[in-house]
Every structure is written in C-alpha cells, then in structure tokens.
C-alpha cells in the first residue's frame, strides 16, 4: 500500500525553520510556548476554512509530524497543548459544537477549553443513553 500522501501539510511543515532537515533545532525547544506560538501561526491559515472534522483529521497528521519534528517526546507533551490552545484561541470558536471540536478542545492547555469539551462529551453521553 502506497503512503498517505499529504502535499499541503507537508509543505507547510517542511517550512519550518530546523538545524537538521526534519528536525526542530534544540535552540528552539528550550521555550516551548514561543515554539506553539510560532507553529499556531504557521499552522492556522491550512485549518483557518476547514471543518472540525477536517480539522481534527490534520491536527492528527500534523501531531505525527510534529512529534517526527521533534525527536523528544517530553518535549511533544509541553508544545501540543500550547499549540491546540493557541489555534483554538485564533480559530475564535467560543462554543463545542461537534465531537471532532470536543475532542481538539479537550487537548487544550487552557482549562476553559477542556471544561466545554467535558460539558459536550457529558451532554451527548446523556442524550445517547450511554453511561460510562
């Protein structure tokens, strides 16, 4: 099975400044919340007209990328939740409208993100029947 291709992220991302070609410099590790900001403003323009589901498909694409870019899983767990919440904030969505936006939300260094992704998930396991 040929790979996934993926043109548009991959051009976005292969923009981004590195040290070593598909690899983040270490210099730029050391502030992760500079890091998020500077990918939310790369990032934002590919999802800015999308719908959540198509949002939520590239954040996942770009999460893979993001890790690969990298090289240091630690590292990873501080930038992505900056990054969700910076694009989220940009993005100017105030209010959980779908389970694909629930579950960006609920990957938010902002609580307030996290706390309407629990109210939609909590809501629609109501209105489902389901009980966890």
Request: proline share 6%; net charge negative; charged share 30%.
């Amino acid at each position: 099975m040929a790979p996934k291709e993926k043109p548009e992220m991959e051009s976005r991302l292969g923009a981004m400044p590195s040290g070593v070609p598909g690899r983040i410099a270490p210099d730029r590790l050391a502030d992760p919340e500079h890091l998020a900001s500077e990918l939310t403003g790369r990032w934002l323009p590919l999802l800015a007209n999308r719908s959540w589901r198509e949002r939520l498909q590239l954040l996942n694409d770009m999460h893979d990328q993001l890790l690969d870019d990298l090289g240091d899983f630690d590292t990873y767990c501080k930038v992505s939740p900056l990054l969700i919440k910076g694009l989220i904030v940009e993005l100017g969505d105030t209010s959980v409208t779908s389970a694909e936006q629930a579950h960006v939300y609920a990957n938010s260094s902002d609580e307030s993100h996290r706390i309407l992704a629990r109210a939609w998930f909590e809501k629609h396991r109501e209105s489902s029947g389901r009980r966890g």
